[in-house]
């Protein structure tokens, strides 16, 4: 667990978070149902809406080298067999049997699987302990501390503000209480998905004044990220197998609908199999939570 005093001591170096960026960025090789520390912005019936919020410091129960957001791949897509709604093995670099099937299908050449490709991919999501500072259409969030699951766009924003392009402006560590900078989300529906491209950052100014007491019971308040990218909250890959072959509708090998339905072996699963695939169900909670995801640009 790290002091609240060396938060303050070294809020204003983020050598290590833009270090962390830099991997970050680079590709690689998700709370399932609703979870009430999530805070997510509303929007009116033509899809608009806008918040104002902080991104917070690495929580102090994560320790001094933890960093303030965590990244999780996810699948979610629906076949023959149902929904197939689950973390994706590659966030802890670990084999992903749908990413497999995946690499096979786009390999072949062939544009009706690459199309396959595309409803299957991996969803980015990053999760960060933020202050709600104000959030019309809910004024009761404002001023608690919640989590929040956001997608490339606002971290691209996040980078831009760490990484400015132009020699002119200054880089800001937006996740700093002291020396970072609001966020001003404004979300617009484009073609059916959230857009947040008019959505900025502030200009850099102390989290409540910078009042020491405040920022650190807020502090205090973070939740933990460690438990997003706990081996826990992963299924085994053979688990994630047995579940992707039912969805689809064919047993294991091959697994990829390549050409025609007449190879496709279909066959009864076992009791041992169903008992299995019980403790994965895609319910309601599981639905909602994919097709949220799915609105986010």
Avoid at 26 to 31: K, L, N
Avoid at 260 to 275: G, S
Wanted: hydrophobic share 35%; charged share 30%; net charge negative.
């Amino acid at each position: 667990m790290s002091s609240f005093a060396n938060l303050k001591r070294n809020s204003s170096s983020f050598d290590k978070l833009t270090k962390a960026l830099e991997s970050t960025n680079q590709p690689a090789e998700s709370g399932s149902k609703e979870d009430v520390r999530f805070w997510q912005p509303s929007v009116d019936k033509v899809g608009n809406g806008m918040a104002s919020i902080r991104f917070l410091p690495a929580p102090s129960v994560d320790g001094d080298d933890a960093l303030p957001w965590v990244r999780v791949f996810s699948h979610g897509f629906q076949g023959p067999g149902g929904w197939f709604i689950d973390n994706c093995l590659t966030t802890l670099n670990g084999k992903c049997p749908v990413c497999e099937q995946n690499s096979t299908l786009w390999n072949s050449g062939i544009e009706a699987n690459k199309e396959i490709v595309r409803k299957q991919k991996r969803k980015l999501s990053y999760i960060s302990n933020i202050y709600v500072i104000s959030d019309p259409s809910n004024p009761d969030n404002d001023g608690t501390v919640r989590l929040f699951r956001f997608g490339k766009k606002i971290f691209d924003k996040i980078t831009e503000t760490m990484n400015p392009e132009f020699p002119d402006e200054k880089p800001v560590n937006p996740f700093d209480m002291w020396e970072g900078a609001n966020f001003k989300m404004k979300i617009r529906n484009v073609e059916g998905y959230r857009n947040y491209d008019k959505s900025e950052f502030s200009e850099k100014s102390p989290l409540l004044s910078g009042d020491d007491d405040q920022l650190e019971a807020i502090w205090k308040k973070q939740f933990s990220l460690k438990e997003f990218t706990s081996e826990n909250n992963f299924k085994p890959y053979d688990v994630l197998k047995l579940r992707l072959d039912k969805v689809l509708g064919f047993d294991g090998l091959p697994s990829v609908p390549m050409i025609k339905a007449e190879d496709v072996v279909l066959r009864k699963f076992t009791d041992e199999e169903i008992k299995i695939l019980d403790k994965n169900p895609s319910d309601d909670g599981d639905l909602d939570y994919f097709k949220s995801l799915a609105k986010q640009d």
